[in-house]
Structure formats: C-alpha cells, structure tokens
C-alpha cells in the first residue's frame, strides 16, 4: 500500500508536513491546514473496487474495519498502522427512514443519519479516532506531549477523554462553566481527564488552548487540527454507501465551529475525484439564532465570516461565535450549492418535539437542523420528493434537561406546546381508566 496523506496549507501555500506534526496553522500564511491526499496513487483502483472493498469490510469483525471511519483507512488515515490505532467501532451508524415525521412535512425521502449513535454518543468519535491514532503514532515515533487538550461545548471533550484513555494518553479539557449538560460533563471526568471549568464561552477557552498549543504546552485536539476532520468525513461516504452509493439531494447539518460542514465536502470530494459519485449534494448548514455568524456572512453575501458573540442557546454545542473553520465551510457551501438557514429557540424546540412525537429523540442540536429543514421545505427550496438526509450529530440521551425542560413547560421563550408531562394519580383503577379515556377522546 503506497498511499499517502500529508498537511497542506488550505490557502495553498506552498509547504508540506506529515501529519505526526504538531502543526495546526501554515506558517507562511498562519491559516487553516488540510489534510491532501495523494489521489493519482488512489486511482489505482477503480471506483467500482474502491466500492466493493468498502462493502466488504463495512460492519465486520476483522481489525480494524469494522469501524466506519477505519474501513475507509486508505481514504483517511493511509499510514497509521493496525497496532497504533484506537478505535471504538466508530461510524456504521443507522441511517433511519423518518417516513411519519418526513409525511408530517409532505416529504417522502427524508432520512436521519444517527451519528450520535456512537461510543460516546456524538459524532465526534469519528474525528477523535483518527486524531488519537495518529497522536500515538506519533508519540511511539518521539513525540513528546505532556497531554492532548481541546476546547469544548461538551461533546468533543467527552470523545477526546474516552479515546485519550483508551490509548492511555492524558487528556486535558477546557469547558465554558455551566454551558454543557451534565451528561457531557460527567462524560470526561468518569474517563479520568483533566476537567477545566472556565467562566468564559467556548470562544474563550478556544483562546486559551490555542495558546497552549502554540506554546507546545499541550497537542491540540480541536477541530482546526485537520486530522479531525479525515474522520469525519466518512459521513458522507456512509451516507452515499447506505444509499447503495447513490447521491443523496440534500443534506442538512446542525453547525457551530463549521468543522464538520468541511468534512463532508471533503468525504463528497474524495468520492467524486475517484469517481464513484458525478455530483454532490446540495448542502443545508443550520444555526442556532443565537449564535449565527455564518448565517448573517451568507445572508449578506459575504465570504469573510465576522465574530459575533454567541448568545445563550439550548443548542449548546454550536454556541460558538468565532468559528474556527468558516473559511473551509465557505469552500463547502460553494461546492455544494449550499444554503444556510437558522433556527430559533422557539423553532427548535417545536421540531424537537414534532420528531420525537414520531419516534425519535432529537438533541437541541439536531432539532436545529429539523427546523431549518422545516423552514426550507416550506419556503419551497428542498422539494417534496427530493431525498434528503438531515444529519442527527448527538443522541438525545445527552440532554435530559432539554427534554425535561420542554415537558414540564420551564423553558423561557419557548410555547413548549406538545409538552407531555406525567399525570399524577392516585393508586386507583378507576382514576387509570378515566385517564386513558381523556387521552382516547383528545386523540
Ligand atoms: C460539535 C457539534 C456540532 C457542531 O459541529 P461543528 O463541526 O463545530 O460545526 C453540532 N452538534 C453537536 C451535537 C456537536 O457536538
Ligand atoms: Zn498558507
């Protein structure tokens, strides 16, 4: 296997780096670094290989490829060695048919990518696996590092300490007090790491782990670091695998640090450079109101996206006001003929409600991009037969006081109106008939 991968400036800059270096910026042009590919050595298979090896390692046994992100190593990760990597069977996740909610809509091709259907219960793991595979690579190679670290709204550093200590690497993280769930705080401290809480934003901690990072005091896990970003773009593949390698027409993500809307460009690119997809989809980034930076830049038909400050949001993993990959996210959207839309508390609550009403558990965050779905297929730009996958980034299991909150109607600005709240009763047989029957008769 003569595959290879190395950093890239992302302005094309012209410089190199392997991707064992702790390097997270051009230092020419101090920008973001991407992950390039040697794709003329890929072509070496055709498409239909390319495909069919894909097929047969997707959700086996066999080391390492039962991971979703693994099983697509040479595409991600080409030198990282079966001993070095740490996996926790990443990706593979379902991809659900939401066939009442979708009807609820008028759409009849909707579908939900559950990322959140993971180790630890967001698709950060598929960013995570790779970043700590190639952090003991490189730590096996010399590198010294007293602790891989992030910045956090919760759920990369849930991912970042359960892979860091499974590896056995120490894990710093650094949180915004008060600002994650008390799943999503929990999660770092049961696996031992570090946890810093600030009394800032994400944006603020963001600040104070770059410094960190530039002074070699701790190895970046953040998702500037472009390893992240390899993994997660096997979301994309997924998605046009479990569609038989068909292209979907829309896709929909929930954004904050617009990481993750870069990744699946790149997982759409690389399927259409070695040609087993003609066209992309069409790509919908949703935010959170409260915290819209790239909405306002899109809106205002900007390239450059200003900070704004992030205001409080239930969504509050995209509670983020200066994301670190607008520029990458900028190159998504053009490639993909893309949209961005927002969502209000108010909305995402609703369509929370509506989807889980149906039989899903939507997190704020997912709910956010149900709401832009909503709002678009009623403003008539996806269309009522057009396939499109909404992309579900964490389990609602994580964000109990969301759902609490709704059900017992204590969130503010919010009609809560398909609240659903226990009924309490007495221990008596008639007092549970006469319930059943209000419930019956209301219908
Ligand atoms: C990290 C995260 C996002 C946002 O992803 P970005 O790459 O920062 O845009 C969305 N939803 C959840 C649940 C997340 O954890
Ligand atoms: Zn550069």
Known sequence: MSYRAEFRCFAGCDVSFPLTRPIYRCPKCNGLLEVAHDVDALKDRSAAAWMKLFDDR?????????????????????????DE??????????????????????????????????HTGSFKDLGMTVLVSVVRKAVREGLKVRAIACASTGDTSASLAAYGAAAGLPVVVLLPRGK?????????????????ALDTDFDGCMTIVQRLADEGVVYLANSMNALRLEGQKTVGIEICQQFDWQVPDWIVLPSGNLGNAAAL?????????????????????????????????????????APVKAQETLATAIQIGNPVSAPRAMRALEAM??????????????????????GM????????????????????????DARTVVVSTASGL????????????????????QANPPVHLAADYGAVVDAIDRRHRAG
Not at 338 to 357: I, N
């Open 361 to 384: 558990y939507a997190c704020p965050h997912t709910a956010v991009a149900l709401a832009v779905l909503e709002k678009l297929v009623a403003r008539g730009v996806i269309a009522r």
């Open 265 to 305: 460009h790149a997982g759409f690119r690389m399927l259409k450079d070695l040609g087993v997809i003609a066209r992309y989809p069409r790509l919908a980034v949703a935010q959170a109101a409260a915290a819209n930076p790239l909405y306002l830049a899109w809106t205002a038909g900007k390239r450059e996206v």
């Open 337 to 358: 003929n893309g949209v961005v839309e927002q969502a209000t508390e108010e909305e995402l609550c609703e369509a929370a409600a509506r989807a889980d009403r149906s």
């Open 180 to 196: 994650v769930s008390t799943a999503q705080l929990v999660q770092p401290l049961a696996n031992g790491a570090l946890v810093l």
């Open 398 to 417: 994580k964000f109990t006081e969301f759902k609490v909150g709704y059900h017992e109607r204590r969130i503010a600005d919010a009609s809560c109106s």
């Open 58 to 82: 997707y959700k086996r046994t066999l080391w390492p490829y039962g991971s979703g992100v693994w099983g697509k190593r040479e595409w991600v990760s080409p030198d990282v060695q079966d």
């Open 85 to 118: 990597i740490v996996s926790m069977d990443e990706g593979g996740t379902n991809l659900f048919w939401a066939e009442r909610y979708g009807r609820g809509l008028g759409l009849t091709d909707l579908w939900v990518k559950m990322c959140g259907n993971s």
